[in-house]
Protein backbone atom coordinates (compact mmCIF):
# COMPACT_ATOMS: atom_id res chain seq x y z
CA UNK A 1 0.00 0.00 0.00
CA UNK A 2 1.33 3.66 -1.17
CA UNK A 3 -0.95 5.73 0.13
CA UNK A 4 0.45 8.54 2.21
CA UNK A 5 -1.61 11.12 3.08
CA UNK A 6 1.01 13.80 3.99
CA UNK A 7 4.22 13.12 1.86
CA UNK A 8 3.45 11.72 -1.23
CA UNK A 9 2.42 13.81 -3.65
CA UNK A 10 -1.14 13.07 -5.98
CA UNK A 11 -0.04 13.77 -9.36
CA UNK A 12 -3.74 13.75 -10.30
CA UNK A 13 -4.64 16.56 -8.43
CA UNK A 14 -1.62 18.62 -10.44
CA UNK A 15 -0.82 18.66 -13.97
CA UNK A 16 1.76 16.33 -14.33
CA UNK A 17 5.55 18.04 -15.06
CA UNK A 18 6.45 17.31 -18.79
CA UNK A 19 9.92 17.40 -18.30
CA UNK A 20 10.35 14.25 -16.66
CA UNK A 21 12.16 11.50 -18.97
CA UNK A 22 8.70 9.80 -18.98
CA UNK A 23 7.57 8.09 -22.07
CA UNK A 24 3.48 8.13 -22.94
CA UNK A 25 2.00 6.05 -25.08
CA UNK A 26 1.39 7.94 -28.26
CA UNK A 27 -2.33 8.26 -28.11
CA UNK A 28 -4.46 9.71 -30.72
CA UNK A 29 -3.91 13.81 -31.07
CA UNK A 30 -6.59 15.74 -29.47
CA UNK A 31 -6.85 19.16 -30.45
CA UNK A 32 -4.56 21.51 -28.51
CA UNK A 33 -6.58 22.08 -25.19
CA UNK A 34 -6.13 25.59 -23.27
CA UNK A 35 -4.80 25.99 -19.60
CA UNK A 36 -8.43 26.83 -18.29
CA UNK A 37 -9.43 23.29 -19.14
CA UNK A 38 -7.46 21.69 -16.56
CA UNK A 39 -7.07 24.03 -14.17
CA UNK A 40 -7.62 22.28 -10.67
CA UNK A 41 -9.18 25.10 -8.39
CA UNK A 42 -12.93 25.83 -8.30
CA UNK A 43 -13.86 28.67 -11.06
CA UNK A 44 -15.95 28.49 -14.12
CA UNK A 45 -14.59 30.09 -17.12
CA UNK A 46 -16.06 31.57 -20.67
CA UNK A 47 -15.14 33.33 -23.60
CA UNK A 48 -12.45 30.74 -24.07
CA UNK A 49 -11.13 31.33 -20.78
CA UNK A 50 -10.77 35.14 -20.84
CA UNK A 51 -13.52 35.76 -18.42
CA UNK A 52 -12.88 33.67 -14.98
CA UNK A 53 -15.37 33.76 -12.45
CA UNK A 54 -15.74 31.39 -9.20
CA UNK A 55 -17.59 28.12 -9.47
CA UNK A 56 -20.32 29.92 -6.81
CA UNK A 57 -21.05 32.85 -8.71
CA UNK A 58 -23.47 33.73 -5.51
CA UNK A 59 -25.66 36.88 -5.76
CA UNK A 60 -24.14 38.70 -8.30
CA UNK A 61 -26.89 38.47 -10.60
CA UNK A 62 -29.07 39.77 -7.68
CA UNK A 63 -26.71 42.64 -7.45
CA UNK A 64 -26.27 43.56 -11.00
CA UNK A 65 -30.17 43.39 -10.95
CA UNK A 66 -30.79 45.38 -8.34
CA UNK A 67 -28.57 48.11 -9.52
CA UNK A 68 -30.05 47.79 -13.26
CA UNK A 69 -33.68 47.71 -12.08
CA UNK A 70 -33.02 51.05 -9.29
CA UNK A 71 -31.34 52.93 -12.15
CA UNK A 72 -33.68 52.19 -14.76
CA UNK A 73 -36.65 53.03 -12.67
CA UNK A 74 -34.55 56.41 -11.76
CA UNK A 75 -34.38 57.57 -15.14
CA UNK A 76 -37.78 56.83 -16.47
CA UNK A 77 -39.61 57.79 -13.38
CA UNK A 78 -37.63 60.52 -11.42
CA UNK A 79 -34.87 62.41 -14.30
CA UNK A 80 -38.19 63.41 -16.27
CA UNK A 81 -39.22 65.41 -13.43
CA UNK A 82 -35.47 66.77 -11.76
CA UNK A 83 -34.93 68.07 -15.68
CA UNK A 84 -37.44 69.67 -15.83
CA UNK A 85 -37.31 71.74 -12.42
CA UNK A 86 -33.98 71.36 -11.66
CA UNK A 87 -31.21 70.52 -13.86
CA UNK A 88 -30.20 68.31 -17.63
CA UNK A 89 -27.24 67.62 -15.65
CA UNK A 90 -29.07 65.00 -13.21
CA UNK A 91 -29.38 62.19 -15.46
CA UNK A 92 -25.81 62.66 -17.28
CA UNK A 93 -24.09 62.20 -13.84
CA UNK A 94 -26.56 59.52 -12.90
CA UNK A 95 -25.48 57.88 -16.41
CA UNK A 96 -21.92 58.72 -15.49
CA UNK A 97 -22.38 56.71 -12.18
CA UNK A 98 -24.10 53.81 -13.12
CA UNK A 99 -21.44 52.93 -16.31
CA UNK A 100 -18.67 53.47 -13.48
CA UNK A 101 -20.13 51.08 -11.24
CA UNK A 102 -21.08 48.10 -13.81
CA UNK A 103 -17.75 47.71 -15.14
CA UNK A 104 -16.16 48.24 -11.64
CA UNK A 105 -18.24 45.44 -11.18
CA UNK A 106 -17.88 43.48 -14.04
CA UNK A 107 -14.23 44.19 -14.04
CA UNK A 108 -14.17 42.48 -10.33
CA UNK A 109 -16.23 39.82 -10.66
CA UNK A 110 -14.41 38.39 -13.89
CA UNK A 111 -10.92 39.51 -12.80
CA UNK A 112 -8.31 36.65 -11.83
CA UNK A 113 -7.65 38.13 -8.12
CA UNK A 114 -4.42 36.97 -7.88
CA UNK A 115 -4.28 33.32 -7.78
CA UNK A 116 -1.69 31.09 -7.14
CA UNK A 117 -0.94 28.07 -9.86
CA UNK A 118 -0.04 25.54 -7.65
CA UNK A 119 3.12 23.90 -7.18
CA UNK A 120 4.45 21.27 -9.52
CA UNK A 121 5.55 18.11 -8.64
CA UNK A 122 9.11 18.65 -8.82
CA UNK A 123 8.93 21.64 -6.86
CA UNK A 124 6.52 20.28 -3.87
CA UNK A 125 9.06 17.06 -4.07
CA UNK A 126 11.60 20.04 -3.48
CA UNK A 127 10.04 21.62 -0.77
CA UNK A 128 9.07 18.35 0.80
CA UNK A 129 12.94 17.61 0.90
CA UNK A 130 13.57 20.72 2.88
CA UNK A 131 10.77 20.09 5.54
CA UNK A 132 11.63 16.56 6.03
CA UNK A 133 15.04 16.77 7.25
CA UNK A 134 14.26 15.57 10.70
CA UNK A 135 14.14 11.82 9.47
CA UNK A 136 11.49 11.13 11.60
CA UNK A 137 9.43 9.04 9.45
CA UNK A 138 7.05 7.25 11.76
CA UNK A 139 5.29 9.86 13.38
CA UNK A 140 2.87 11.82 11.75
CA UNK A 141 4.82 15.33 10.30
CA UNK A 142 4.29 18.49 12.51
CA UNK A 143 2.58 21.68 11.18
CA UNK A 144 4.18 22.86 8.29
CA UNK A 145 5.47 26.61 8.86
CA UNK A 146 8.39 28.66 8.16
CA UNK A 147 9.08 31.96 9.65
CA UNK A 148 10.73 34.75 7.68
CA UNK A 149 11.52 38.19 8.78
CA UNK A 150 9.89 41.04 6.73
CA UNK A 151 10.90 44.33 7.74
CA UNK A 152 12.38 43.04 10.84
CA UNK A 153 9.15 41.53 12.15
CA UNK A 154 8.54 37.74 12.40
CA UNK A 155 5.78 36.37 10.28
CA UNK A 156 4.69 32.78 9.84
CA UNK A 157 4.24 31.37 6.59
CA UNK A 158 2.09 28.36 6.32
CA UNK A 159 2.04 25.66 4.25
CA UNK A 160 -0.74 25.24 1.93
CA UNK A 161 -1.53 21.17 1.52
CA UNK A 162 -3.75 21.77 -1.41
CA UNK A 163 -1.77 23.77 -3.66
CA UNK A 164 1.65 22.19 -1.77
CA UNK A 165 3.11 24.97 -1.40
CA UNK A 166 4.10 27.84 1.34
CA UNK A 167 1.81 30.21 0.81
CA UNK A 168 4.18 33.54 0.43
CA UNK A 169 3.29 35.99 2.93
CA UNK A 170 -0.58 37.75 2.63
CA UNK A 171 -1.70 34.95 0.66
CA UNK A 172 -4.59 32.75 1.86
CA UNK A 173 -6.57 29.76 0.78
CA UNK A 174 -10.13 29.89 -0.17
CA UNK A 175 -11.83 27.30 0.43
CA UNK A 176 -14.57 28.04 -1.71
CA UNK A 177 -12.42 28.94 -4.83
CA UNK A 178 -10.31 26.07 -3.89
CA UNK A 179 -7.22 28.40 -4.72
CA UNK A 180 -4.52 30.39 -2.99
CA UNK A 181 -5.40 33.95 -3.35
CA UNK A 182 -2.70 36.79 -3.38
CA UNK A 183 -3.17 39.38 -1.04
CA UNK A 184 -6.44 37.82 -0.29
CA UNK A 185 -8.84 40.18 1.59
CA UNK A 186 -12.50 38.31 1.24
CA UNK A 187 -14.33 35.99 -0.68
CA UNK A 188 -17.56 38.44 -1.61
CA UNK A 189 -20.91 36.80 -2.84
CA UNK A 190 -22.11 39.88 -4.14
CA UNK A 191 -19.73 40.04 -6.53
CA UNK A 192 -19.45 35.97 -7.26
CA UNK A 193 -15.23 36.08 -6.82
CA UNK A 194 -12.66 36.12 -4.11
CA UNK A 195 -11.14 40.08 -4.01
CA UNK A 196 -7.31 39.76 -3.69
CA UNK A 197 -4.20 41.47 -5.33
CA UNK A 198 -5.51 41.60 -8.77
CA UNK A 199 -8.94 42.94 -8.43
CA UNK A 200 -9.22 45.03 -5.09
CA UNK A 201 -8.68 48.00 -6.95
CA UNK A 202 -11.84 47.45 -9.16
CA UNK A 203 -13.42 46.21 -5.83
CA UNK A 204 -12.86 49.42 -4.00
CA UNK A 205 -13.86 51.69 -6.84
CA UNK A 206 -17.49 49.74 -6.99
CA UNK A 207 -18.12 50.21 -3.59
CA UNK A 208 -16.94 54.31 -3.45
CA UNK A 209 -18.66 54.96 -6.77
CA UNK A 210 -22.35 52.67 -5.67
CA UNK A 211 -21.89 54.84 -2.52
CA UNK A 212 -22.36 57.81 -4.77
CA UNK A 213 -24.44 56.83 -6.94
CA UNK A 214 -27.03 55.24 -4.44
CA UNK A 215 -26.43 58.80 -2.23
CA UNK A 216 -27.45 60.07 -6.02
CA UNK A 217 -30.41 58.42 -6.37
CA UNK A 218 -31.75 58.68 -2.70
CA UNK A 219 -30.99 62.19 -2.89
CA UNK A 220 -32.83 62.86 -6.18
CA UNK A 221 -35.57 60.93 -5.14
CA UNK A 222 -36.08 62.76 -1.93
CA UNK A 223 -36.06 66.12 -3.73
CA UNK A 224 -38.35 64.52 -6.51
CA UNK A 225 -41.52 63.65 -3.33
CA UNK A 226 -40.40 67.40 -1.83
CA UNK A 227 -41.01 69.12 -4.83
CA UNK A 228 -43.79 67.89 -5.65
CA UNK A 229 -44.99 68.51 -2.25
CA UNK A 230 -44.06 71.74 -2.57
CA UNK A 231 -46.09 71.96 -5.19
CA UNK A 232 -49.12 72.71 -3.13
CA UNK A 233 -50.25 68.74 -2.76
CA UNK A 234 -49.89 66.74 -0.21
CA UNK A 235 -46.87 64.07 0.67
CA UNK A 236 -49.46 61.55 0.35
CA UNK A 237 -50.61 62.76 -3.13
CA UNK A 238 -47.29 63.60 -3.71
CA UNK A 239 -46.26 59.55 -3.22
CA UNK A 240 -49.70 58.50 -5.23
CA UNK A 241 -48.44 60.29 -8.73
CA UNK A 242 -45.21 58.52 -8.20
CA UNK A 243 -46.31 55.33 -9.26
CA UNK A 244 -43.64 53.33 -10.02
CA UNK A 245 -41.64 53.87 -7.36
CA UNK A 246 -44.25 52.42 -5.23
CA UNK A 247 -45.97 49.96 -6.72
CA UNK A 248 -47.29 48.38 -3.46
CA UNK A 249 -48.82 51.29 -3.01
CA UNK A 250 -50.70 51.54 -4.83
CA UNK A 251 -52.43 48.88 -4.78
CA UNK A 252 -52.61 48.23 -1.29
CA UNK A 253 -53.79 51.89 -0.65
CA UNK A 254 -57.06 50.86 0.45
CA UNK A 255 -55.51 48.56 3.00
CA UNK A 256 -52.32 49.96 4.20
CA UNK A 257 -51.26 53.76 5.70
CA UNK A 258 -49.71 54.50 2.56
CA UNK A 259 -47.79 57.02 4.07
CA UNK A 260 -46.35 54.41 6.84
CA UNK A 261 -45.45 52.50 4.28
CA UNK A 262 -43.46 55.11 2.27
CA UNK A 263 -41.07 55.80 5.12
CA UNK A 264 -40.27 52.18 5.67
CA UNK A 265 -39.52 51.66 1.98
CA UNK A 266 -37.58 55.51 2.83
CA UNK A 267 -35.77 53.76 5.92
CA UNK A 268 -34.94 50.68 4.08
CA UNK A 269 -33.29 52.78 1.52
CA UNK A 270 -31.56 54.92 4.05
CA UNK A 271 -30.12 51.61 5.74
CA UNK A 272 -28.89 50.20 2.34
CA UNK A 273 -26.95 53.36 1.89
CA UNK A 274 -25.55 53.37 5.64
CA UNK A 275 -24.18 49.63 4.68
CA UNK A 276 -23.09 50.66 1.54
CA UNK A 277 -21.14 53.60 2.98
CA UNK A 278 -20.15 51.67 6.16
CA UNK A 279 -18.28 49.39 3.59
CA UNK A 280 -16.54 51.85 1.78
CA UNK A 281 -15.63 53.65 5.06
CA UNK A 282 -14.07 50.58 6.55
CA UNK A 283 -12.41 49.53 3.50
CA UNK A 284 -10.79 52.74 3.04
CA UNK A 285 -9.66 52.31 6.45
CA UNK A 286 -7.83 49.54 5.54
CA UNK A 287 -6.65 51.18 2.31
CA UNK A 288 -4.85 53.29 4.25
CA UNK A 289 -3.22 51.45 6.23
CA UNK A 290 -2.39 48.80 4.06
CA UNK A 291 -4.54 45.84 5.43
CA UNK A 292 -6.28 43.33 3.88
CA UNK A 293 -10.18 42.02 5.56
CA UNK A 294 -8.34 38.92 6.49
CA UNK A 295 -5.67 40.73 8.71
CA UNK A 296 -7.78 43.15 10.18
CA UNK A 297 -10.68 40.22 11.22
CA UNK A 298 -7.56 37.78 12.33
CA UNK A 299 -5.95 40.62 13.96
CA UNK A 300 -2.83 39.94 12.69
CA UNK A 301 -0.98 42.80 13.49
CA UNK A 302 -3.06 44.23 16.30
CA UNK A 303 -1.34 45.15 19.39
CA UNK A 304 -3.29 42.56 21.40
CA UNK A 305 -1.45 39.81 20.08
CA UNK A 306 1.48 41.50 22.48
CA UNK A 307 4.96 43.21 23.08
CA UNK A 308 6.48 45.70 20.54
CA UNK A 309 6.84 42.83 18.05
CA UNK A 310 3.36 43.72 16.48
CA UNK A 311 2.56 46.19 14.10
CA UNK A 312 2.35 46.01 9.96
CA UNK A 313 5.21 44.85 8.44
CA UNK A 314 3.68 46.03 5.23
CA UNK A 315 2.75 49.46 5.77
CA UNK A 316 4.60 52.29 4.47
CA UNK A 317 3.83 54.72 7.33
CA UNK A 318 1.87 57.59 5.56
CA UNK A 319 -1.63 57.12 4.44
CA UNK A 320 -1.23 58.87 0.78
CA UNK A 321 1.65 56.14 -0.27
CA UNK A 322 -0.34 53.18 1.37
CA UNK A 323 -3.11 54.27 -0.77
CA UNK A 324 -1.51 54.91 -3.91
CA UNK A 325 0.31 51.51 -3.48
CA UNK A 326 -2.90 49.61 -3.02
CA UNK A 327 -5.10 51.75 -5.54
CA UNK A 328 -2.66 53.55 -7.98
CA UNK A 329 0.20 50.96 -8.36
CA UNK A 330 1.48 48.40 -11.20
CA UNK A 331 -1.28 45.75 -12.59
CA UNK A 332 0.60 42.75 -11.65
CA UNK A 333 -0.12 40.14 -14.53
CA UNK A 334 -2.06 36.65 -14.07
CA UNK A 335 -0.45 33.71 -13.03
CA UNK A 336 -2.32 31.32 -14.08
CA UNK A 337 -2.09 31.53 -18.16
CA UNK A 338 -5.75 30.49 -18.37
CA UNK A 339 -5.46 30.93 -22.52
CA UNK A 340 -1.87 29.37 -22.64
CA UNK A 341 -1.99 26.07 -24.84
CA UNK A 342 -1.34 22.60 -22.45
CA UNK A 343 1.63 21.00 -24.61
CA UNK A 344 0.32 17.98 -25.82
CA UNK A 345 1.83 14.90 -23.79
CA UNK A 346 0.28 17.21 -20.88
CA UNK A 347 -2.77 17.23 -22.27
CA UNK A 348 -2.95 13.39 -22.96
CA UNK A 349 -1.72 12.68 -19.12
CA UNK A 350 -4.47 15.04 -17.88
CA UNK A 351 -6.77 13.80 -19.76
CA UNK A 352 -6.27 10.39 -19.26
CA UNK A 353 -4.83 10.81 -15.93
CA UNK A 354 -7.63 8.44 -13.88
CA UNK A 355 -6.28 5.74 -15.90
CA UNK A 356 -2.54 6.15 -14.46
CA UNK A 357 -1.77 4.85 -11.21
CA UNK A 358 1.31 6.13 -9.98
CA UNK A 359 3.48 7.49 -13.42
CA UNK A 360 7.25 5.96 -12.76
CA UNK A 361 8.87 9.68 -12.56
CA UNK A 362 7.42 10.22 -8.77
CA UNK A 363 8.89 7.15 -8.02
CA UNK A 364 12.30 8.67 -9.26
CA UNK A 365 11.53 11.93 -7.40
CA UNK A 366 10.57 10.27 -3.92
CA UNK A 367 12.45 7.23 -3.80
CA UNK A 368 13.20 7.70 -0.28
CA UNK A 369 9.96 9.12 0.68
CA UNK A 370 8.20 5.52 -0.67
CA UNK A 371 10.19 3.99 1.86
CA UNK A 372 9.38 6.34 4.77
CA UNK A 373 5.49 5.53 3.47
CA UNK A 374 5.85 2.20 3.74
CA UNK A 375 7.01 2.62 7.04
CA UNK A 376 4.14 4.25 7.96
CA UNK A 377 1.89 1.79 6.42
CA UNK A 378 3.71 -0.64 7.86
CA UNK A 379 3.35 0.91 11.43
CA UNK A 380 -0.39 1.52 10.80
CA UNK A 381 -1.81 -1.72 9.91
CA UNK A 382 0.97 -4.01 12.79
CA UNK B 1 0.75 24.30 -13.07
CA UNK B 2 3.54 22.82 -14.94
CA UNK B 3 4.10 24.45 -18.14
CA UNK B 4 7.37 23.60 -20.85
CA UNK B 5 9.44 26.83 -21.91
CA UNK B 6 9.99 26.74 -26.23
CA UNK B 7 14.01 26.32 -24.84
CA UNK B 8 12.84 22.78 -22.56
CA UNK B 9 11.96 21.15 -25.87
CA UNK B 10 15.11 22.13 -27.72
CA UNK B 11 16.81 20.21 -24.25
CA UNK B 12 14.19 17.61 -23.87
CA UNK B 13 16.94 15.13 -25.93
CA UNK B 14 18.89 15.04 -22.43
CA UNK B 15 18.57 13.28 -19.76
CA UNK B 16 17.70 15.87 -16.43
CA UNK B 17 19.69 15.77 -14.17
CA UNK B 18 18.38 17.62 -11.06
CA UNK B 19 16.32 20.54 -10.89
CA UNK B 20 17.43 23.05 -8.32
CA UNK B 21 14.66 25.98 -6.54
CA UNK B 22 15.72 29.32 -5.83
CA UNK B 23 12.87 30.44 -3.74
CA UNK B 24 11.69 34.09 -2.74
CA UNK B 25 13.44 36.15 -0.37
CA UNK B 26 10.68 38.01 1.37
CA UNK B 27 12.39 40.31 3.56
CA UNK B 28 11.28 43.27 2.09
CA UNK B 29 7.76 42.37 2.15
CA UNK B 30 5.87 41.04 -0.84
CA UNK B 31 7.39 42.46 -3.39
CA UNK B 32 9.60 39.69 -6.19
CA UNK B 33 12.62 39.23 -5.04
CA UNK B 34 14.56 36.08 -5.06
CA UNK B 35 17.18 34.39 -2.74
CA UNK B 36 20.57 35.29 -3.98
CA UNK B 37 22.14 32.40 -1.86
CA UNK B 38 24.00 30.24 -4.05
CA UNK B 39 22.70 26.72 -4.15
CA UNK B 40 25.03 23.10 -3.57
CA UNK B 41 23.82 21.73 -6.33
CA UNK B 42 25.86 24.45 -9.09
CA UNK B 43 29.16 24.67 -7.92
CA UNK B 44 30.52 22.04 -10.41
CA UNK B 45 28.67 23.95 -12.94
CA UNK B 46 29.05 27.81 -12.93
CA UNK B 47 30.83 30.03 -10.96
CA UNK B 48 29.13 31.59 -7.78
CA UNK B 49 29.52 35.69 -9.29
CA UNK B 50 27.96 34.74 -12.48
CA UNK B 51 24.74 32.81 -11.01
CA UNK B 52 24.23 35.70 -8.24
CA UNK B 53 24.89 38.33 -11.07
CA UNK B 54 21.81 36.89 -12.62
CA UNK B 55 19.99 36.23 -10.28
CA UNK B 56 20.78 40.13 -8.98
CA UNK B 57 19.93 41.22 -12.63
CA UNK B 58 16.64 39.55 -12.50
CA UNK B 59 15.73 40.54 -8.86
CA UNK B 60 16.27 44.71 -10.38
CA UNK B 61 14.11 44.11 -13.14
CA UNK B 62 11.49 42.91 -10.39
CA UNK B 63 11.87 45.75 -8.21
CA UNK B 64 11.46 48.22 -11.36
CA UNK B 65 8.52 46.47 -12.63
CA UNK B 66 6.62 46.90 -9.12
CA UNK B 67 8.35 49.85 -8.48
CA UNK B 68 6.02 53.18 -7.03
CA UNK B 69 7.25 55.63 -9.23
CA UNK B 70 5.43 58.44 -11.30
CA UNK B 71 4.79 56.58 -14.61
CA UNK B 72 2.78 53.30 -12.32
CA UNK B 73 0.76 56.70 -10.86
CA UNK B 74 -0.16 58.24 -13.86
CA UNK B 75 -0.92 54.85 -15.42
CA UNK B 76 -3.29 53.79 -12.27
CA UNK B 77 -5.01 57.37 -11.93
CA UNK B 78 -6.22 57.17 -16.23
CA UNK B 79 -6.83 53.52 -15.52
CA UNK B 80 -9.27 54.30 -13.23
CA UNK B 81 -10.81 57.55 -14.62
CA UNK B 82 -11.47 55.34 -17.93
CA UNK B 83 -13.07 53.09 -15.77
CA UNK B 84 -10.41 50.63 -16.05
CA UNK B 85 -11.03 50.11 -19.76
CA UNK B 86 -7.94 51.10 -20.77
CA UNK B 87 -6.19 47.75 -19.42
CA UNK B 88 -7.96 45.87 -22.08
CA UNK B 89 -6.13 48.21 -24.96
CA UNK B 90 -3.15 49.27 -23.38
CA UNK B 91 0.20 47.34 -22.12
CA UNK B 92 1.09 47.81 -18.28
CA UNK B 93 3.85 49.07 -17.09
CA UNK B 94 4.71 45.41 -15.51
CA UNK B 95 4.08 43.81 -18.89
CA UNK B 96 6.53 45.30 -20.74
CA UNK B 97 8.87 44.66 -17.84
CA UNK B 98 8.11 41.18 -17.96
CA UNK B 99 8.97 41.06 -21.86
CA UNK B 100 12.38 42.47 -20.77
CA UNK B 101 12.83 39.77 -18.46
CA UNK B 102 11.92 36.83 -20.19
CA UNK B 103 14.31 38.55 -23.32
CA UNK B 104 16.89 39.11 -20.67
CA UNK B 105 16.52 34.67 -19.36
CA UNK B 106 16.61 33.72 -23.31
CA UNK B 107 19.58 35.16 -23.60
CA UNK B 108 21.55 34.42 -20.44
CA UNK B 109 20.28 31.01 -21.39
CA UNK B 110 21.87 30.85 -24.79
CA UNK B 111 24.98 32.79 -23.59
CA UNK B 112 26.09 31.22 -20.11
CA UNK B 113 23.65 28.11 -18.91
CA UNK B 114 23.55 26.11 -21.63
CA UNK B 115 26.58 25.61 -22.82
CA UNK B 116 27.01 24.66 -19.04
CA UNK B 117 24.37 22.06 -19.49
CA UNK B 118 21.84 24.53 -17.30
CA UNK B 119 18.61 25.94 -18.05
CA UNK B 120 16.60 28.72 -16.76
CA UNK B 121 13.24 28.86 -16.42
CA UNK B 122 11.41 32.02 -16.39
CA UNK B 123 9.87 32.33 -13.42
CA UNK B 124 6.40 33.97 -14.05
CA UNK B 125 5.83 30.23 -15.37
CA UNK B 126 5.53 28.92 -12.14
CA UNK B 127 3.72 31.91 -10.45
CA UNK B 128 6.68 34.37 -9.40
CA UNK B 129 7.33 31.57 -6.90
CA UNK B 130 10.71 30.12 -7.90
CA UNK B 131 13.83 30.34 -10.55
CA UNK B 132 13.53 26.67 -12.07
CA UNK B 133 16.93 26.25 -12.26
CA UNK B 134 17.35 22.59 -14.32
CA UNK B 135 20.39 20.66 -14.34
CA UNK B 136 20.74 18.24 -17.61
CA UNK B 137 23.59 15.45 -17.68
CA UNK B 138 26.35 15.87 -18.52
CA UNK B 139 27.31 14.21 -21.98
CA UNK B 140 29.93 15.83 -24.38
CA UNK B 141 29.57 19.15 -23.10
CA UNK B 142 32.83 20.98 -23.10
CA UNK B 143 33.67 23.20 -19.89
Redesign the interface.
Known sequence: MKKCEYQQIDPRALTVSPSSAQNHTEKKVQRPRRKWEVFPGKNRFFCDGRIILARQSGVLPLTLGLIVVTCGLFFAFDCPFLVEHLTVFIPVIGAVLFVFVVFSLLRTSFTDPGILPRATPDEAADIEKQIDTSGSSTYRPPPRTKEILINQQVVKLKYCFTCKMFRPPRTSHCSLCDNCVERFDHHCPWVGNCVGKRNYRFFYSFIISLSFLTSFIFGCVITHITLRSQAGKSLVQAIQESPARYPFVHTLLSCLDSFSFTVVELVICFFSIWSILGLSGFHTYLVASNLTTNEDIKGSWSSKRGAEESGNPYTYNSILTNCCATLCGPMPPSLIDRRGFLPPDEAMSAASASEIELPPFAAKNDAHMEDNCQDLALSCTA | ????HSL?DMR?QA??AA???IQ?D?????VCQFQTKFPSELETRIDKQQFEETVRTLNNLYAE????GSQ??I???L??LT???I?LCME????KV?KKIAKYIQEQNDKIYAPRGLLLTDP???????I?V?IFEERSLTR
Do not use: P
Not at chain 2, 124 to 130: K, T, W
Open positions: MAETQQAIKVFRYTNGTAEKLSYEGCACAYTFTHYELIERGLRVET
